[in-house]
DNA sequence: CAAATTTAAACAAACGTTTAATTAATGTGC
DNA sequence: GCACATTAATTAAACGTTTGTTTAAATTTG
């Protein structure tokens, strides 16, 4: 036995979680089909085995991905939003977390939106999408608000959302398009802080030349 | 012998076409890795040998799907550009284009963006990519020009190109998402002019709104 | 010792591709 | 226009690999 009895971690939790960021990161690059098992165990360290013995399947793997990080994403949800201040105010304090969510879990967001584009297993599409609607209400709720408020002009919601996830989406998922534009030589030079504050400013400049009345 | 031979029409034009729109459709949906030449060779209702037989390979077809939208995409490229005008009327005369071709060819710009994130092949990788630079400069020359010319206020052009292509690209490659946010319950109405005419104008909207002094 | 982990080997199924035989279409000489 | 040779198109079957998964033995751990 090398599994440590603890309350705090489940039984394999340290290798369970070795071979669930590899398979984060291969999944998110390649996609479910352009990922083999072989290929994740040599990265991962593991013997190809290892992968039904802790996770039963390769498609089991692919959820467990997803599960782990849908924990984090409920716990942004549930997060006390800033009772002060008003449209604008909730506005730009939610622009400035949905980019440092989406560029922290980057990898995780590709799996996402590459899955439910793909409908390939209605389940978890139903599951993905539903999460991803709540999100995207999180900010359509803040624009209907902000409209019968009167701090914004009345636009569409749905169109302002895509307007602010479009862009972003493009920055997270398309790093090899981000480097040229960002004149940046590594991946991780796309998302430094500079450019993750860069990124911030324009969508919170963007919506704010879009939405004031 | 069943080809026409004719000046027209390549030997096995027809049916090399044929193969060619059920793999752009397929490769546009389950990715490279996501297509087995079975599945293919079924929903094109030919054997499966053909694709060899005409293609030479999987990989050779997959590279035949995006030489043949190429050539459409490089006339886009030289098209006239209407010369009079000023940047306002070149820059809402070009997302109305953009919009359209994005639209009409999103089976294959889904391909394209995929084909560049992964970085699988290098040699597509490359020539995609700079394709896809061709057209984004012709968005960043226009907003230069017009920053130069005192129409638009001083942006990052980087920036304004992500804010017309994020939101578009996010129209034309998510139709699940997409479905919902337009209230369509087919994807095809997603893409009916209505919601096209719809983008454009925001789009247009949008970006007045971002770049007027 | 006993239970959990790790391993190498083997499994059937699916993969891309090739083969050899068959069918269909065209060109040629008359 | 017809028979025949030729070339192209199409097919079913088989090829060798790679796939995800399982097995049974070996190793590590408590």
Same mark, same amino acid.
């Given at each position: 036995m090398k599994k440590t009895i603890s309350i705090l971690n489940d039984p394999g939790f340290e290798k369970k979680d070795q071979i669930l960021d590899v398979a984060e990161a291969l999944f998110s690059k390649h996609g479910f089909d352009g990922v083999s098992i072989r290929s994740l165990a040599k990265q991962a360290n593991i013997n190809i085995a290892m992968v039904s013995y802790y996770f039963g399947s390769k498609e089991n793997l692919y959820i467990a991905v997803i599960e782990r990080k849908m924990v984090t994403i409920r716990q942004y949800l549930t997060e006390a939003f800033p009772n002060g201040g008003n449209a604008w105010d909730? !506005?730009?304090?939610?622009? @400035?977390?949905? =980019? *440092?969510?989406?560029? @922290?879990?980057? +990898?995780?967001m590709n799996i996402v939106f590459t899955e439910v584009a793909s409908e390939n297993r209605e389940h978890i599409v *139903?599951? !993905? +999408?539903?999460? /991803? $609607? @709540?999100? &995207?209400? $999180?900010?359509?709720? /803040?624009? =209907?608000?902000g409209i019968k408020s009167g701090?914004?002009?009345? =636009? *569409?919601? &749905? !169109? $302002?959302?895509? +307007?602010?996830?479009g862009p972003l989406k493009l920055y997270v998922s398309n790093p090899f398009m981000v480097k040229k534009m960002m004149n940046e030589n590594t991946i991780e030079g796309c998302y430094s802080s500079v450019h993750r504050d860069r990124m911030k400013a324009h969508l919170k400049d963007l919506m704010t030349r879009f939405l004031k009345p």
């Amino acid at each position: 036995m090398k599994k440590t009895i603890s309350i705090l971690n489940d039984p394999g939790f340290e290798k369970k979680d070795q071979i669930l960021d590899v398979a984060e990161a291969l999944f998110s690059k390649h996609g479910f089909d352009g990922v083999s098992i072989r290929s994740l165990a040599k990265q991962a360290n593991i013997n190809i085995a290892m992968v039904s013995y802790y996770f039963g399947s390769k498609e089991n793997l692919y959820i467990a991905v997803i599960e782990r990080k849908m924990v984090t994403i409920r716990q942004y949800l549930t997060e006390a939003f800033p009772n002060g201040g008003n449209a604008w105010d909730k !506005l730009y304090y939610i622009i @400035d977390r949905y =980019v *440092d969510r989406m560029v @922290d879990n980057r +990898s995780f967001m590709n799996i996402v939106f590459t899955e439910v584009a793909s409908e390939n297993r209605e389940h978890i599409v *139903d599951f !993905l +999408s539903k999460r /991803l $609607a @709540d999100n &995207q209400e $999180a900010f359509g709720g /803040l624009i =209907v608000e902000g409209i019968k408020s009167g701090h914004f002009r009345e =636009v *569409d919601p &749905q !169109l $302002a959302i895509m +307007s602010i996830i479009g862009p972003l989406k493009l920055y997270v998922s398309n790093p090899f398009m981000v480097k040229k534009m960002m004149n940046e030589n590594t991946i991780e030079g796309c998302y430094s802080s500079v450019h993750r504050d860069r990124m911030k400013a324009h969508l919170k400049d963007l919506m704010t030349r879009f939405l004031k009345p």
